[in-house]
């Protein structure tokens, strides 16, 4: 499997980063796409998802609703998990 999906709806920033890096079960990680109810506030949930990914490249944005696997879910966190094989090299920056 080259990319994994995972989601959570627990009610802090650590905990949903927790169960998330629990439901990847030990999947190499390269890159993390996540996606984040308004519920988190936005610089602790991209705290905890890069703590809880270290060795991955991470970013997300907020959303009125995420989905996964043909569900809408509400106050979640919803990611894409991306293994070596799936990017072999990524690059992220800030435009402002």
């Known amino acids: 499997m080259d990319i ?9 920033a650590a905990l949903a980063a927790g169960e998330l890096l629990a ?3 030990g999947f190499e990680t390269r890159l993390v ?3 984040a109810s308004t ?3 936005p610089d602790q949930i991209a705290a ?3 703590a ?3 060795g991955a490249q991470v970013f997300g944005c907020s959303t009125a609703g995420e989905l996964v696997s ?9 990611a894409m998990l991306f293994s070596p094989a799936a990017i072999q090299d990524a ?6």
């Not at 994994?4 to 802090?12: F, I, K, Y």
């Open 70 to 78: 043909g569900a809408m879910l509400k106050g979640s966190v919803v």
């Open 91 to 96: 690059r992220i920056e800030l435009v402002e």
């Open 23 to 25: 439901q990847a079960g």
């Open 48 to 50: 905890e998802m890069q």
């Open 39 to 41: 519920v988190y506030a």
């Open 52 to 54: 809880a990914f270290p």
């Open 33 to 35: 796409l996540y996606f």
């Open 4 to 12: 994994l999906t995972v989601h959570s709806h627990a009610a802090t």
